[in-house]
């Protein structure tokens, strides 16, 4: 009896997800739409390993993400960030780490999948989307190359302030960014994230000479 | 089925996209000319003939959407709705299918090890790569007719740019936007019929890279377990819809698999 009930939600959105979208184009959705993919997703996935079933629960900004395309109205956006931005823990102190440290954190991609060992500690995947060292020639190009990042810009304080927050939570600064919420995800602590800002800015890391 | 193999790897080096867009493309043929696509294929076929289960009998009667038994341009048809089983299969749910109620073998048997590794291939990706092949040359044409081939295709799209899990992912996080890359990997836009239609139609394939024989439903697992999301269960309605969304993009293509990958 349990079962059907839970079932009956996954059946009417097969039902209302039946709005054909032209091919090649991306779907808008409404609140009922997500509400839907997210029965589905309930009824057909399950828990393995450390990649538990809350994860397919959707935050605020997530929510929001999804119904606005990645694209909320300006001022959606500007309260998203401010609360993804009130929420970051700043350390006190310089934030420069070990940039040593921080290249091979930037080069693993473990952790957070459910055939990583629990209580492994995560890399940041910073490679698979950013060119930084340029020594490194395997780099992903769906961010931003990051090659002389502190070269161009120094580490003053305040610099080093933006780059520790926005690996902690890119979306404070972008509501929509594909960058992971690094920090706010639990995947970096806090020195990590320290050696990675160190990666970036020290005059003496490979990003840049 | 030797012709076969060399068409596929001639395919591969004259297809003038892939020559043209991927730096692999001779590292693709290369591996085309020795790889052992033709005995995965037979060892599919044995399978396929083989009685299992409580009924003893084999897949033969299976019926993948032409007609019990049929085999010829089966896969090119797929994923569509089947009334028997009232709902949208693609080939692996199918085969599935025919094992739980033709050989009236148990569901966690046969899905036991779907996915295999480079000493032995599963059962299900041998037999994957033999149906495939018998639509080599045939254009896809996914079912798009019935009400919930529509709605699956819809479902398939949506999943498509959900955005969910520890690390906000959605496929298109990697697979949304054009002319991208993941360290060296480039990306397929799946959403745009350019990029779907050449890679659609070159599943299930052999992974030169891991030896291994890959299939739609494993891809859809991988990306899942990349994306940091829990695990989509087997043939499950979202996997076959995200499947069927895909197909239906790369909807005309004539299927030039099973191919080599890298």
Redesign the interface.
Known sequence: MKKTVLLLPAAAALVACATPVPVGERPKLSAGDLDQVNAVLKRDFHARGQASMERVQLDELQRACNLHADNPPPELARKLEEAQLQAIRFPEGGLIGDWKAGERIAQSGRGAMWSDKPGVQEGGSCYNCHQISPKVAAFGTIGPSLAGFGKMRGNRPEIQRYVYGKIYNAKAYNACSQMPRLGASGSLTEQQIKDLVGLLLDPASPVNQ | MMKRAWACAAALVFAPALAQQSPYADYQRMAAESAPIELFELGGEELWKKPQGPKNVSLEKCDLGQGPGVLKGAYAGLPRYFADADRVMDLETRLLYCMTTLQGRGREETTKRVFGNADQPSEMELLSMFVAGRSHGMPLRPGREH??E??????G???Y?????????SC???H??E??????SE?PVL???QYARPLMSTWPAYRVSTSSVVTLQWRMNDC???M??????FA????V?LIHFMT??A?GVPYRGPAIKR
């Open positions: 009400a919930k529509k709605a699956s295709y819809a479902l799209q949506k999943l740019f959900h955005r969910a899990g520890p690390w906000d992912f298109a996080s990697c949304g936007e002319g991208k890359r993941i360290r060296m990306l959403y745009k019929p899942y377990r990349q940091r999301m829990p695990e989509p269960v499950s309605d979202a996997t819809a239906v993009t909807e």
